[in-house]
């Protein structure tokens, strides 16, 4: 889901409020992405593969591409349009906040930001969205339930795109071996940790080629490799392209959609 997201790339292309009762809308073929937040709202979203209903307080993904009816008696809500660059789905999603006054705020935040217009607010908006999906993250980010190995794990999180990172020294911070650490994070997440740091590294090395802010040495570095031949072997491995490519192969897809 795309609240359970770490990195999200995008371009914000509007944000609307919307306060609308008895209203039935279809939507159809729409090429960009959808989130909003619901203040009130008695709302049903139909398809031919979903039925979600949306109350106060709910929040709703909507990817392009996925068609819709909504039937409202009544809706009043904050709606932000949107293009994901590195996250895609075919369903819609649904996320009840435990802190829904927090993102409340945020929303209302990036709205008078958008209507606003002041010089710089698409980059202002986009850091409050930005925090936006940080905060969804945070609620939704189940760090472990093994206890044994907690501490581990949270080294893991803070320290896996170091190039220096070493299991070695993960596995101490909980006092266990390095072979029974291993055995408990598969037992726990169903991967082992060293295809866990390898697959994390990778989704931020797809995450920062999007942004085509930096070369791929300069990515290569930023994501725990010191070989760039070692990076590129093992990025291809988890995407099936090579770095080089990868950004090239998204462009041309993301246009023919």
């Known amino acids: 889901m795309i609240f359970e997201q770490e990195y999200i790339i995008f371009e914000i292309l ?50 392009s591409g996925v068609s819709y009816t909504r ?50 607010y698409k980059s202002d908006s986009a850091s409050i969205l930005n925090k936006i999906f940080s905060e969804f993250y945070r609620d939704n980010m189940t760090i472990c339930d093994e206890r044994k190995i907690l501490d581990s794990v949270i080294y893991i999180q803070k320290n896996y795109l170091k190039q220096n990172f070493s299991l070695h020294v993960a596995a101490s911070k909980s006092f266990v071996s390095e072979p029974y650490f291993r055995k408990l994070f598969k037992k726990e997440f169903g991967i082992s940790p060293k295809k866990h740091v390898i697959e994390s590294r990778i989704k931020y090395a797809e995450a920062l080629i999007l942004t085509n802010y930096y070369t791929i040495q300069e990515i290569s570095e930023m994501c725990g490799y010191s070989d760039y031949r070692h990076f590129s072997t093992e990025f291809k491995k988890v995407t099936g392209v090579s770095p080089s490519d990868y950004y090239y192969n998204y462009k041309e897809n993301n246009v023919s959609v």
Do not use: M
Request: glycine share 2%; aromatic share 16%; hydrophobic share 35%.
């Open 14 to 63: 509007d944000v609307l409020y919307i306060d609308q009762s008895f209203k039935k809308k279809t939507d159809t073929n729409r090429n960009f992405d959808a989130i909003s937040f619901r203040y009130e709202a008695d709302t049903v979203i139909q398809n031919e593969n979903q039925q979600i209903d949306f109350h106060d307080n709910s929040i709703g993904f909507f990817p």
């Open 71 to 120: 039937f409202s008696k009544n809706d009043t809500l904050i709606v932000v349009h949107f293009k994901a660059f590195n996250y895609r789905s075919n369903k819609i999603e649904k996320f009840l906040p435990p802190e829904p006054e927090k993102y409340g705020k945020l929303f209302k935040q990036l709205l008078a930001c958008w209507k606003n217009k002041d010089v710089s």
